[in-house]
């Protein structure tokens, strides 16, 4: 073995046990698959361009785990480079309020790129990162000046290419040609049951050449032919997999190989006896050499100059365009927007999209796409140009990959993204709508053909749980305006979330333009629209019931019953205000009615009744569903009474 290569082995080794004495000490969490990576790891550290002092930095190499649970490489690696983490973190594993949790938390622990979550939503997160970087290269590269020109890593396992999302975010790279990505296939053929010849037998490598990849293929434990796989695959003109062979929980002794590995401590006494083997002190724990470290710490300086070259660069080049348009990315100025007048009628879907336009020509960094139904959202960017040049991506049918995709993007830095699809099949993306709330990543995504109203589709296409489901999704904001004024508050509110994703679910039906409110405003999450002094009665609602609520106000207003309507287009806001101002919209000396044409059960907090949907929906037009399923101002009335 060669100088380089002892070395390569003694702190690929020392990334193994301290995977491993995390583990053990944590009495949680998954051994197995960082020992089997530790050796790609060290060759990776060789390749990787990123600065340890500024995590932020625009053209650093982004590196994304999709196998989230190989937390004990993960947070050993960020460690070892200098990101900030301590022994005594590593010791914590897994434990309250530490800086090494279960699994990698964006914005948690120094360094993470993103929150994968569960497997294969990291390979999409990865494609997001890629793409991502090709638009912003798209606006600012030069021909003679490249400000953006890093790669995407992502290691993924057995499991990641299993999932179905991996499949999509694949297809879509594949497509789009992404030269900027890399995946490092950890392929040790084990999963929690044990071998994955149990459930899998397609071949890996055809499977990714027909969706237009570069495949190589390695000993994932010999240092040498890592390197020139991560060299070629940086070479290549198309996303590259590197299928690297490896043995689970390498160097573990009796349990190397084994599925007992990969989610159970190993024990003291195997640990011991792996690092005699290795030829490290069996009653060291937690230890690092000192030649071991300063290796590793390398990445800090070696960062650092990297990216003072590269503000350097900016300076000296011909840059002056380029520099101005990654300002007016990275400053969205929302004081430019012009917003669009309402007068008449609409589906809020298209008042959403006439909306989007507006803050499109203003706003360079906003971009995004549907799961082939921009049509039908009414979600495209007018005269925007299609990716990676222009601002109108096609996403085809792969919602899941979508939205982590889209997440990504979020994260990259200077971008706002969207997502659209009709929202009963929100069920598709549903993980990766959770894990942008979970992150704090501020995605908006577009919702259309919210209700029973969807009509002819029938039940299987008309949403009923989805309003109450991701209401119940914290650090979750759902807008369903009434009308497009509520649409221009719902987004003037929403692009100041910086730290929270916003859903705007709109209708397929026309919806009739609303009076001003009397008191709040709809950016509060509800607000007072129509009232009677001596109301002995609320009516409030969201989206097309509105509408439906104030017809109902009339008639009992020619019965002699006052009457108050509350518009409620974001519950999850509203909820929030201080309970004068929701006393103040509600009074709390009237009874309390919700009408929605949907589940409903959020509603009980606010309403002492709630009119909504029992059952699942129908197929027929859209006026004879509301008909049949009581939203009419007669039955909502017989309801009342």
């Known amino acids: 073995m060669s100088n380089n290569n002892a070395m390569r082995q003694k702190m690929a080794d020392s990334i193994r046990f301290l995977a491993a004495d995390m583990v053990q000490a944590a009495n949680s969490g998954h051994p197995g698959a960082p020992m089997g990576l530790a050796d790609i790891a060290v060759v990776l550290s060789e390749h990787l361009k990123h600065n340890p002092k500024n995590p932020n930095w625009l053209n650093r190499d982004r590196l994304v785990f999709s196998g989230g649970h190989a937390t004990g490489l993960i947070y050993s690696l960020y460690y070892l480079w200098g990101y900030g983490l301590e022994i005594e973190d590593l010791k914590n594993f897994r434990q309250l309020d530490s800086k090494t949790p279960g699994h990698p938390e964006y914005g948690h622990t120094e360094g993470i790129e993103i929150t994968t979550g569960p497997l294969g939503q990291g390979i999409a997160n990865a494609v997001g990162f890629a793409m991502a970087s090709k638009f912003v290269g798209a606006q600012v590269n030069s021909e ?16 990641d290419l299993e999932e179905g999302v991996s499949y999509e975010a694949c297809s879509i790279a594949g497509h789009n040609k992404l030269d900027n990505l890399i995946l490092i296939y950890d392929s040790n053929r084990i999963t929690i049951e044990g071998s994955t010849s149990l459930s899998i037998s397609e071949n890996i490598s055809m499977r990714f050449e027909s969706q237009g990849w570069d495949v190589l293929e390695c000993d994932g434990h010999n240092f040498d032919e890592v390197d020139v796989c991560l060299t070629t695959a940086k ?44 030829g490290f002190d069996p009653e060291k724990t937690f230890h690092v050499d000192a030649d ?29 365009e380029q520099n101005e348009a990654l300002s007016a990315l990275e400053n969205p ?37 549907s799961a082939d139904l921009s ?20 996403f085809g049918i792969r919602e899941h990959a979508m939205a982590s995709i889209t997440n990504a993007i979020a994260l990259y830095g200077p971008l706002m993204p969207f997502s659209a699809t009709f929202f009963v099949f929100s069920d598709y993306l549903k993980p990766a709508a959770r894990i942008a709330a979970l992150s704090k990543i501020q995605q908006f995504f577009i919702w259309t053909h919210d209700s029973i109203g969807v009509g002819e589709d029938g039940p299987t296409h008309q949403p009923i749980e989805h309003l109450s489901q991701f209401r119940a999704l914290p650090n979750f904001y759902v807008w ?34 609303l009076p001003s409110a009397l008191k709040g405003k709809a ?25 439906l609520a104030l017809k109902v106000k009339e008639a009992l207003n020619a019965k002699d019953v006052p009457v108050n309507v509350v518009s409620v287009p974001c519950y999850d806001l509203f909820i929030e205000q201080e309970k004068e101002y929701i006393d103040s919209i509600i009074k709390p000396d009237t009874k309390r009615v919700a009408i929605e044409a949907a589940r409903g059960l959020e509603w009980y907090r606010l309403a002492d009744e709630v009119i909504a949907m029992e059952s699942f929906g129908a197929s027929a037009p859209a006026g004879q569903l509301f008909e049949k399923f009581g939203f009419s101002v007669d039955s909502i009335i017989e309801k009342i009474k």
């Not at 309402?342 to 336009?357: E, I, P, Y």
């Not at 007072?528 to 019931?545: F, I, Q, R, Y």
């Open 292 to 320: 071991v470290m300063v290796r590793f710490r390398c990445a800090i300086e070696e960062g650092d100059l990297l990216e003072r070259e590269w503000i350097h660069s900016q300076k000296t080049l011909p840059l002056m």
């Open 333 to 369: 100025d929302f004081s430019r927007i012009e917003w669009p007048l309402f007068d008449k009628a609409d589906a809020t879907r298209s008042t959403n999209g006439k909306v989007m336009n507006a803050i499109a020509k203003a706003i360079p960094s906003f971009l995004g796409g």
């Open 523 to 547: 950016s509060q999450g509800g607000y007072l629209l129509a009232s009677d002094e001596n109301a002995v009665m609320t009516l409030m609602a969201s989206g097309s019931e509105v509408e």
């Open 375 to 394: 049509p039908s959202n009414k979600t495209n960017l007018n005269d925007m140009g299609v990716f990676p040049k222009g601002r109108n991506i096609y």
């Open 235 to 278: 070479a290549n003109t198309k996303p590259t997999i590197i299928i690297a062979n490896t043995i689970i929980a390498k160097g573990a002794g009796k349990l190397e190989g084994s599925h007992h590995s990969h989610g159970a401590p190993l024990g003291e006494e195997i640990i011991a006896e792996a690092k005699k083997a290795a």
């Open 480 to 513: 369903r305006p009434a009308d497009g004024a509520e649409n221009i508050e719902a987004w003037k509110t929403a692009l100041e979330m910086k730290n929270s994703p916003s859903a705007f679910v709109c209708s397929r039906q026309n919806l009739s333009v």
């Open 144 to 159: 003679t000046a490249e400000l953006i020109d890093h790669n995407v890593y992502c290691l993924c396992g057995d499991g």
